[in-house]
C-alpha cells in the first residue's frame, strides 16, 4: 500500500521549494463588494506548482476556487498579491496558460477541427498546417472521425474534450482546468479522466485542476491542496503517492480510499461550515458572513 | 434506406406546410359556396387562382413585382447595415443603449406609414421615398435583435476570446457576431416584414409604384379576384426574402 503523505499548509512551503516552479502563486488577496459589504473570496493564498506537475484545487462550494481560476488566468483582476509563470507576473491573458472551463464552451458554429484549430488561426498559422496541427489534438482527445461534426451532434462528454484539444492546441505551459466534467455523470468523468491522465503523461503537461470532486482529484494528482470554506485559503496539501501511469482503476484500491477518506475528513468540516452559512443566509438574507 | 429516411425527414415539413395551406384554402372555397362567408368581400379560391394568368398577362405584374421587391431589397440591405451597426454602437456603449433602447423600442410601435407626406417632400414620388420609408419603419426590430444577440452572447465565450487574448475586433468577428447571428437574422426579418408592408402601403397609398399600386387600381375597379392574386404576389416577394436570408444564415452559420 502507498504511503499517505500529507503535510499541514505552513509545513508545504520548506517541501515546495524542492522544486523550480513553473507557476507561483502568493499571498492572494481577492474581495468583492457586496450589498452586506466587502466580501473576502480568497485569503492569502499561497502555492507553486512544478514543471509537468499535476496540482488539484479542492474544496466546498463558496471557497473562491471560481475566482482562483479566473485571477491565475488573468481574466479577473484588482487582488492583492502576485501570480507569476516563469517569473513573469500575470496581469491579464497569459499565452502560457490554456483555460478549460467549467461551462461547455465549444464554438457551436464551428465543426470540431474548426474549434480546435481556433487558436492557432488567431496565432496566424496557415490554414493547411493548423488543420494538420489540429488533427494530432483531435486524435490526443479520442476524437479522430468527428472532425467535421458540429458540437450539436457530440455528447457532453465528447464536447468538453473539443474544449481541452483546443486549449492543448495553444500548447500552453500551464493547463488550467476549472471542474471541466462536473456537468457529466460519473462513469464518463472516470473515462474522462483515464483520457486526461493519458494526455498528461504524453506531454508531460503541467496541469491545474479545480475541482470540488475528490475522486476526480485523486485519481489524476501528484498533489491535492485543500481549502477551506470562505474565506478561501490553503487548508493542507496532500502529496499523492500513487503509482504512474494510472487509470481509473486505480479508484478500487486501498490506498486510493485511504486518500479520499483523508481529504474528506479535511473537506467536511469546511462543507459543513459552507452548508451552515448556506442555511444561515437562506434564513436571514443579509446577515454578515 | 436511411437516405430514403432523410429525404422523408426533410420533405415531410414543407409537404405538411403545402397540405396545411390546400386544406385552409379548401374550407374557405366550401364556407363562400355556403354562403358563410359573404363572395362580395372575399372571392372564391378557385376565382383568385383563375384571375392570375389574366394579372399576369394584363397588369405587367413581372415588372410591378421586381419593382416592389427590388424596393424592399434596397431597404432590406440599408437596415441590415444600418440596423446592426447602431446595434453594434448600442452594445458596445452602455450609456447609449440606456439612453436609446426605449426610444428605439418605441419607434417600432409607430405608425411611420403615416408620414408618407414627408417622405415625398424630401425624396419626391420616386422609389426613393418606399425605399426610405421602408429602411426607417424597419429598422427597430434588426437594432433591438441585434443588442439581444450581441448581449445574450453566453459569457463563457467571451472569456474563452479572452484567455486566448483576441483583439478586441477579434473577439467582435470571431466570437460575439456569429453567436449573435441567429438574433440578427430575426431581426432581419421581421425588418424586411416590416419594410414590404410599409413599401406596399405607401405604393397603395400614393397609387405609384410597384404591387402596391397595383392592388389599389385592381381594388378601384373593383375586380376582387384580381386583387386577392395581386396580393398573393407581395406574399411570394416575402416568400423569396425568407428563403434567401434562410439561405444566407445557413452559409454564415452552417450549424444551426
Known amino acids: ?289 | 434506406m436511411n437516405g430514403a429516411r432523410r429525404w422523408s425527414a426533410k420533405l415531410a415539413p414543407p409537404a405538411l406546410g403545402l397540405a396545411t395551406f390546400a386544406l385552409a384554402i379548401v374550407i374557405i372555397q366550401v364556407l363562400i359556396e355556403a354562403g358563410r362567408i359573404n363572395r362580395f368581400i372575399v372571392p372564391l379560391p378557385t376565382q383568385i387562382a383563375a384571375s392570375f394568368g389574366r394579372v399576369i398577362a394584363e397588369e405587367h405584374v413581372l415588372s410591378r413585382f421586381l419593382l416592389t421587391a427590388g424596393e424592399a431589397l434596397a431597404a432590406g440591405v440599408l437596415l441590415t447595415v444600418v440596423g446592426i451597426g447602431l446595434g453594434v454602437l448600442l452594445y458596445r456603449f452602455r450609456l447609449l443603449r440606456l439612453a436609446c433602447e426605449t426610444w428605439v423600442a418605441a419607434l417600432a410601435s409607430a405608425p411611420l406609414v403615416l408620414m408618407y407626406p414627408l417622405f415625398l417632400v424630401i425624396f419626391g414620388r420616386s422609389a426613393m421615398t418606399m425605399v426610405m420609408i421602408g429602411f426607417v419603419a424597419a429598422l427597430p426590430p434588426v437594432i433591438l435583435k441585434t443588442v439581444e444577440g450581441l448581449a445574450g452572447t453566453r459569457r463563457v465565450l467571451i472569456d474563452v476570446g479572452r484567455s486566448f487574448k483576441l483583439t478586441q475586433a477579434q473577439q467582435f468577428w470571431k466570437i460575439l457576431f456569429p453567436a449573435a447571428l441567429p438574433s440578427m437574422f430575426v431581426g432581419i426579418r421581421l425588418g424586411l416584414i416590416f419594410a414590404l408592408i410599409n413599401i406596399v402601403g405607401v405604393e397603395f397609398l400614393i397609387n405609384f409604384g410597384g404591387l402596391g399600386q397595383l392592388i389599389n387600381e385592381l381594388a378601384e375597379r373593383y375586380d376582387l379576384p384580381g386583387t386577392y392574386a395581386a396580393i398573393c404576389f407581395v406574399v411570394l416577394v416575402s416568400v423569396c426574402f425568407f428563403a434567401i436570408t434562410g439561405w444566407i444564415e445557413r452559409w454564415l452559420r452552417p450549424t444551426d
Open chain 1, 1 to 289: 500500500m502507498a504511503s499517505v503523505l500529507s503535510e499541514r499548509a505552513d509545513d508545504a512551503a520548506p517541501r515546495m521549494k524542492a522544486f523550480d516552479p513553473i507557476l507561483v502563486v502568493e499571498d492572494i488577496v481577492k474581495r468583492f463588494d457586496t450589498p452586506d459589504g466587502a466580501l473576502t473570496a480568497i485569503d492569502r493564498l499561497s502555492f507553486e506548482v512544478a514543471p509537468g506537475e499535476f496540482l488539484a484545487v479542492i474544496g466546498p462550494s463558496g471557497c473562491g476556487k471560481s475566482t482562483l481560476f479566473n485571477v491565475i488566468g488573468g481574466l479577473l483582476g484588482g487582488y492583492e498579491g502576485r501570480v507569476t509563470v516563469g517569473g513573469e507576473i500575470v496581469r491579464g491573458p497569459h499565452a502560457a496558460i490554456g483555460m478549460v472551463f467549467q461551462e461547455e464552451s465549444t464554438f457551436p458554429w464551428r465543426t470540431v477541427i474548426e474549434n480546435v484549430a481556433f487558436p492557432l488561426e488567431i496565432a496566424g498559422v496557415a490554414k493547411a498546417e493548423r488543420l494538420e496541427r489540429a488533427r494530432h489534438f483531435v486524435a490526443l482527445v479520442g476524437l479522430t472521425g468527428f472532425e467535421r461534426r458540429y458540437p450539436a451532434e457530440l455528447s457532453g462528454g465528447m464536447r468538453q474534450r473539443v474544449s481541452m484539444a483546443r486549449t492543448l492546441a495553444s500548447e500552453p505551459k500551464i493547463l488550467l482546468m476549472d471542474e471541466p466534467f462536473a456537468a457529466l455523470d460519473e462513469q464518463t468523468r472516470l473515462l474522462l479522466g483515464d483520457k486526461v491522465l493519458q494526455i498528461q503523461q504524453e506531454l508531460k503537461q503541467t496541469t491545474l485542476l479545480i475541482t470540488h470532486n475528490i475522486t476526480e482529484a485523486v485519481q489524476l494528482s501528484d498533489r491535492i491542496l485543500v481549502m477551506t470554506y470562505r474565506p478561501g485559503r490553503v487548508k493542507r496539501v496532500v502529496s499523492i503517492d500513487l503509482p504512474r501511469p494510472r487509470t481509473s482503476q486505480i479508484v478500487s484500491s486501498d490506498a486510493f480510499g485511504h486518500y479520499v477518506a483523508q481529504i474528506w475528513s479535511d473537506l467536511r468540516e469546511e462543507a459543513t461550515r459552507g452548508m451552515q452559512d448556506a442555511e444561515a443566509q437562506s434564513l436571514h438574507p443579509g446577515a454578515a458572513r
